[in-house]
């Protein structure tokens, strides 16, 4: 079984920084990408930014500059920082994880339970 448990949301004034933290754990034989998305009241989920293994990462416009993903391998786990942060950028965040669980499965997606993240103008 492989859980991901997200870590670090919360409530803060528009302009404020906050960081989330997400560990996967199980039975895990490798990791790829792993990102994070986010969800807002009446939209639908979003990626927000993703990381290689190798650190290569990617991000939304809407968060260039402003949001940093990094990621931990040894520990299989990805933080945000989220810095500056805007009312616009209220939503549920997600992690999500590419995995397999041993070396003869197939890579599948794996996601956190969400953590709700609130900005304040």
């Known amino acids: 079984q492989v859980q991901l448990v997200e870590s670090g949301g919360g409530l803060v004034q528009a302009g404020g920084s906050l960081r989330l933290s997400c560990a996967a754990s199980?039975?895990?034989?490798?990791?790829?990408?792993m990102s994070w998305y986010w969800e807002a009241p009446g939209k639908e989920r979003e990626l927000v930014a993703a990381?290689?293994?190798?650190?290569?990462?990617t991000y939304a416009d809407s968060v260039k500059g402003r949001f940093t993903i990094s990621r931990d391998n040894a520990k299989n786990t990805v933080y945000l920082q989220m810095n500056s942060l805007k009312p616009e950028d209220t939503a549920v965040y997600y992690c999500k994880a590419n995995l397999r669980r041993t070396r003869f499965d197939t890579f599948g997606a794996y996601w956190g339970q969400g953590t709700q993240v609130t900005v304040s103008s």
């Open positions: 990381i290689t293994t190798g650190g290569r990462t």
């Open positions: 199980g039975s895990i034989f490798s990791i790829n990408v």
